[in-house]
């Protein structure tokens, strides 16, 4: 089993709450890792099995005497009448940690646990195998933010990446059972995980009877990985309307597949784009959806800008969700057409990222970072993200970070 950066903070976690409750996308590991953590001390059951979920819907009260704390329930948005129940017992018993929650439809399950559980419960969040997880380097991962002290610890411990073996990764995906499998399982793993896991979630929260059409909307979502969002533009390609779209993007965000990065707003800079922009959370599933058929072709292809970028910022997400912490990360856009690919945002200062596909970055690189001096904000040690060896300074500001520091 890969050691998870998370494995710190649940345990942490739970020494200060009687509820843990870990969300991410289905198969990236929840249930492993809570294992590992609990160390067989805890039992287990799962809402996957319908007779279980049948008693935890009609009796959640029997349910918990039948599954005494400290136990870990597996899917618990199939039942949220057991929420009530866990608060009662919670403030019964008065002991932290004594139940563990998962559960893969982050939405749903927020409501539930807001109204419920509120002061009980600390949430924490889990995507696929980060690359510093990949390299045996997890209990090193620090949040990423691009100032000496944190560019000098991940010098120290990065492993060389080539751009070869850079866009493996991106092609293949983070989904641990895959990593563990390798690339001959790819198209029969993706191919199963819809089917299996993404269209029995459809079902779940939409009824969509088309399931055909989700498909090709999943695809059409793909393809603008790393890009604006634009509904409209996404419902006349797909031939239905906006709030379709809008449905439709809702479940794959509640299912953990992807993220909305929102831009940076100031009250002082009123002629900013005011779009998210769309990443999907696994490289892999996109670069399947979009129909890429070798990590070579994804190198090379109209995609591999857009889909670089997607995996720089689903790492730096995990840096931050994998320690427990908030992702501060914005983006910023204006209509003079004045980019920069991430705001980080820490302590009041604002950190801006630019990520290129280069190994020879030059100073031309950090004009676009200048645009955070209009958002009236210290703004700190700014960074671009490229291929180049080792970190190298581009001025007094600006430094070139490797993606295998990530």
Request: proline fraction near 5%; include cysteine; charged fraction near 20%.
């Amino acid at each position: 089993m890969i050691p998870r950066t998370l494995s710190q903070t649940i345990r942490q976690v739970s020494n200060s709450f009687p509820v843990l409750m870990l969300t991410g996308p289905r198969q990236v590991g929840k249930t492993t890792l809570l294992e590992m953590c609990s160390a067989g001390e805890r039992a287990y059951v799962s809402l996957d099995d319908l007779e279980m979920r049948r008693l935890a819907q009609q009796d959640p009260a029997l349910f918990l005497q039948t599954w005494p704390a400290p136990v870990t329930i597996d899917e618990v948005q199939y039942a949220p009448q057991l929420f009530s129940a866990i608060k009662m017992a919670v403030d019964k018993d008065g002991r932290n940690g004594l139940f563990w929650l998962t559960g893969s439809q982050k939405f749903e399950l927020m409501t539930g646990l807001t109204e419920s559980l509120a002061g009980r419960v600390a949430i924490v969040d889990l995507l696929g195998l980060s690359q510093a997880e990949q390299q045996d380097r997890a209990i090193e991962s620090q949040p990423f933010v691009p100032t000496p002290d944190w560019i000098r610890k991940a010098r120290e411990v990065a492993k060389p990446v080539s751009l070869k073996a850079l866009y493996e990764q991106i092609w293949l995906g983070a989904y641990p059972r895959l990593v563990a499998q390798g690339v001959q399982s790819r198209d029969v793993y993706y191919r199963s995980y819809i089917q299996t896991y993404v269209q029995r979630d459809v079902q779940d929260l939409l009824k969509v009877s088309d399931p055909l059409s989700f498909h090709r909307f999943l695809s059409v979502a793909a393809a603008r990985t790393g890009q604006l969002l634009n509904y409209a533009n996404m419902a006349n390609e797909l031939d239905i309307d906006n709030k379709t779209v809008k449905a439709w993007l809702s479940v794959l965000q509640a299912s953990g597949l992807v993220y909305l990065l929102q831009p940076y707003h100031r009250n002082l800079t009123k002629r900013m784009i005011k779009s998210p922009k769309l990443y999907f959370l696994d490289t892999g599933l996109a670069a399947y959806l979009t129909k890429w058929g070798s990590s070579e072709a994804l190198e090379a292809g109209s995609m591999s800008g857009p889909m670089l970028e997607t995996w720089a910022v689903c790492e730096i997400l995990k840096s931050y969700w994998h320690n427990g912490k908030e992702a501060p990360l914005y983006f910023y856009r204006d209509t003079e057409q004045r980019e920069i690919d991430l705001l980080i945002e820490a302590d009041d200062v604002i950190y801006p990222i630019e990520i290129k596909k280069t190994a020879s970055p030059s100073s031309q690189a950090t004009r676009q970072l200048f645009a955070a001096q209009n958002l009236g904000k210290k703004v700190g040690p700014g960074a671009v993200l490229c291929l180049t060896a080792r970190d190298v300074p581009l001025s007094d500001s600006v430094t070139a970070i490797p993606m295998a520091y990530l």
